[in-house]
């Protein structure tokens, strides 16, 4: 029986649109990896919690959890469609290509806010020696995401314009709701690293 193919890195940009400031990460992830396994450490990397629906999306495909696209309705008739747990980053890499998408594909988080998320397929970097890194790992980034349930981005901005402004009338009610401290700016690549491994070893 032939062996398996070896797992292949794949580097990833991601950026959150229309937000500012810019709230971007660039990872490294195995391509044989699902896009429902992808999702699942964009919200770590990203710092969304994974409160709400989701779904990719690869040139005209959706690929989405199997409960989002029986609720939706999605199917032959509407959009083609793809369970997540069935499609791989080494296909959506392939289907990207095909199609000449810029190199890039979509996913949008939460809904009701809408958080769309561009996604890049970039060339390795010539630095850095993919083949030693323990995969997934985030290489850098910037920025902490949006809170959950914000408001979209036209909330986000409100929020921030209060948070900056001690005589704004939401700033008090915005401190409370959001628990005394956010800083736009956050981000930690060392703790996101370092938390993501405690996270699957203690799995094992």
Known sequence: MPKPPSPQPVVLRIELRDVAPLVWRRVVVANQWTLASLHHYLQWVMGWTDSHAHEFQVGELIVAPDWWIQETGLGPETRPCKDERRFSV???????????????????????????????????????????????????????????????????????????????????????????????????????????????????
């Not at 408001?151 to 900056?164: D, M, P």
């Not at 938390?195 to 070893?201: D, V």
Request: charged share 25%; proline share 7%.
């Open 90 to 204: 080494a296909a959506a890499v392939a289907a990207v290509a095909a199609v000449g998408v810029s190199g890039a594909f979509e996913y949008v988080y939460d809904m009701g806010d809408h958080w769309r998320h561009r996604i890049v397929i970039e060339p390795p970097p010539e630095a850095i020696p993919l083949e030693q890194l323990s995969l997934p790992t985030c290489l850098a980034g910037e920025n902490a995401c949006p809170p959950e349930d914000v408001g979209g981005t036209g909330g986000y901005e409100e929020f921030l314009e209060a948070l900056a402004d001690r005589t704004h009338e939401q700033h008090e009610d915005m401190l409370g709701w959001i628990g005394g401290v956010f800083d736009p700016k956050g981000f930690d690549l060392n703790r996101i690293n370092r938390e993501w491994r405690g996270r699957r070893t203690r799995r094992q």
